[in-house]
């Protein structure tokens, strides 16, 4: 079946530093969605990407989906203890593959 | 509007038990799934349906049954537990299948022993 890579498995950073997680596909998506979970909580959906090259920001959160909608990013800027968790990628095939394929997740720890 | 909600919130088996995870959304949403989440593994669907009577297999189904004989509930079954499906599962429900996003309710944490 198909397979989203997401990188890096884990990430420590420094309260005010920035963090970056890519979400990587072989094949092309129909969409892409970023999904934040907190210690002991569920995922909770944060935005959607659809269209090649698309930009969308959140306050210090930057998405960015790739021109051949194959790869994707997460950046956020200046990071706070809040941002604390884990933040999956979640791609769209389309078609017969009509579930959302979810990656493994970086997890996100911020030292105060 | 209450969501997705999942009961129990802990739960603790013995090899070879059987039991029920529900799941119930008020949202009207059509597609509702489950997913069990290990550590270092992601969030991996189990089974999943697109409308009431409507139920298929994700990519790990083997020990699990579900039903959906009403919009709003989509119980998850455990026919004869065993210590691999110690997890944690999450109901999830969108709009449509059309990759939609999903609203996950909070979780069933599960031992088996």
């Known amino acids: 079946g198909q397979q989203v890579m997401q990188i890096p498995q884990y990430q420590h950073v420094q309260e005010g530093e920035d963090f970056t997680t890519y979400c990587n596909s072989s094949?092309?998506?129909?969409?892409i969605q970023w999904y934040k979970q907190r210690p002991g909580g569920h995922p909770v959906f944060l935005i959607q990407?659809?269209?090649?090259?698309e930009v969308k920001k959140q306050k210090r959160l930057t998405f960015q989906f790739g021109e051949a909608k194959k790869n994707s990013s997460l950046h956020i800027t200046a990071t706070q203890t809040t941002d604390v968790g884990t933040y999956f990628c979640?791609?769209?095939?389309?078609?017969?593959?009509?579930?959302?394929?979810f990656g493994k997740g970086t997890k996100l720890s911020v030292k105060p | 509007n209450a969501g997705v909600t999942q009961t129990p919130k802990f739960q603790v088996l013995k090899t070879g038990q059987s039991m029920t995870l529900q799941c119930a959304q008020d949202m009207n949403h059509e597609y509702m799934s489950w997913y069990r989440q290990d550590p270092g593994m992601g969030l991996r669907l189990i089974h999943y349906s697109v409308g009431a009577g409507i139920t298929d297999q994700g990519e790990v189904p083997n020990g699990y049954n579900v039903s959906r004989s009403t919009t709003e509930d989509f119980p998850l079954r455990l026919l004869s537990a065993a210590p691999s499906q110690t997890s944690v599962y999450f109901c999830?429900?969108?709009?449509?299948?059309?990759?939609?996003?999903?609203?996950f309710g909070n979780g069933t944490r599960l031992t088996v022993t």
């Open positions: 999830a429900s969108s709009i449509d299948r059309v990759g939609s996003p999903l609203h």
């Open positions: 979640a791609a769209y095939y389309g078609g017969s593959q009509g579930n959302l394929i």
């Open positions: 094949t092309t998506l129909s969409n």
């Open positions: 990407l659809v269209k090649s090259g």
